[in-house]
């Protein structure tokens, strides 16, 4: 959304491109600038071959439009991208960096390594290689072959294993590229998508402590010492939920071809092959779907209880029932009893912090304390509080209203209760403007201001319309001058109406003749 704003704003090319090429224009502009920036000897002209085999090279590769333009971008982000984008075209202009490199191997198989910038080259874009920078960069003292060095001391610090690091959203589109996997244009809809679908959660763990060991040598002694470290800890990394786990178990059993790292990048090769003419596309087709189908209807008997993650908690203390968690068709949810059973199982959803699984037996026996009575309104009513499909709410009657993020269904109080339902009825009558009930034409206050509801769908209000002022025949008139509506698709006709329509049907005469 920022490339696509500083695009929209004239500052850059079209970014949804994976071309390295750069036009004859760009090429030029980028020499002039540097030469005039830094000096001609950091100017090394350069070109770059595709990038991929399947790279798309409509566009060539995204660059600012002119080159003398330092900053842009109406924000911070817009501004960072923008240089970033800079940088990056005229450093694949410049002369190659020189770096003195030294290193010096010292008895008992102990190595010291230092380097000093003395040509900074392409790095001088990104202000690497100053003159201060020189001067701190790893330098060592001048030394000879056969040189006694004396030992100030000498620390050995105990390490631990590491598992390899989870994936940032940034490293996660780096794999994908490097195992052809998606297009620029897809990388951030799929990271999207995952989130969205909590198959992937970007929690901060904050970690914890823990004890390392310590071994000093110095002045010929030895001494042992610990300190401690934060271990585990985590940020802006992507971890696997109950639910992805799952799924993704299910489908790698259950789809293995399709699910295997180097599926896409067939896929596109084909589609290549196709779009140059050397393969017919329903013969690629027919190839993917015939054993696909046959996939499919394999899956479909397999093992319920492993493709929903179902595990036992223990006994229900009150029906003596197995209580499971397991994963259903809205999230993570624990059950009481069996599905064959003749008795309906009770089910609740798992709500964060707790997971699917590490939730235990007392905590989803506490789960099913909802809906609970909370309390009864001023006129006597119930009020009861519940979570439901789109998330937790208190209900009087048959009005159900949400409760908010700050509360919680399990231990609202009564007043809190009230609170709400007054806000909610407030909030209802407030809509309600005016109404002619022979002509079911009503006139309503919106999210988007006053706008009339009748039988041809919601028709807008003119914003210099007072709605109080309108008559009936003002009402029909803006009704009918109101566009028609694009239809979305085709809508599904309802069971019933089917039903109805084979029954009025005539009956079709059998054709004996095989269809080709």
Known sequence: RVAQRLYEAGHITYMRTDSVNLSQTALKAAEKEIKASFGDEYYQRRTYGKKSKGAQEAHEAVRPTDMSRQTAGDENDQSRLYSLIRNRLLASQMADAKLARTTAKLSFDLVAKGQIVTFSGFLAVYEVGTDEAKEEDGLLPNMAEKDILGLSRAIGTQTFTRPPARFTEAMLVKQMEEMGIGRPSTYAPTITTIQRREYVSKDEIEGTERKIGLLKLQ?????????????????????????GTIVTDFLVDQFPNVLDYSFTAKVEEEFDAVAAGKTEWNKMIQTFYSPFHVAVEAAADADKKKAVGQRELGKDPKSGKPVYARLGRYGAMVQIGDTEDEEKPKFASIRAPLRIETINLEQALYLFQLPRVVGTTEDGEEIKASIGRFGPYVVVGKLFVSIPKEDDPYTIKEDRARELIAAKKKADAEKFIKEWADEEIQLLNGRWGPYIKCAKGNVKIPKDTDPLKLTLPEVQELIEKAPEKKS??????????????????????KNTQKKA
């Open 219 to 243: 002045d010929g002694k030895v001494s042992k010492t610990t300190k401690t470290e934060m271990t585990g800890a985590s940020r802006g990394r992507l971890w696997p939920t109950a639910t």
């Open 488 to 509: 979305r698709g085709r809508r599904k006709t309802p069971a019933k109406k089917k039903k109805a329509a084979k029954k009025k049907a005539p009956a079709k005469k």
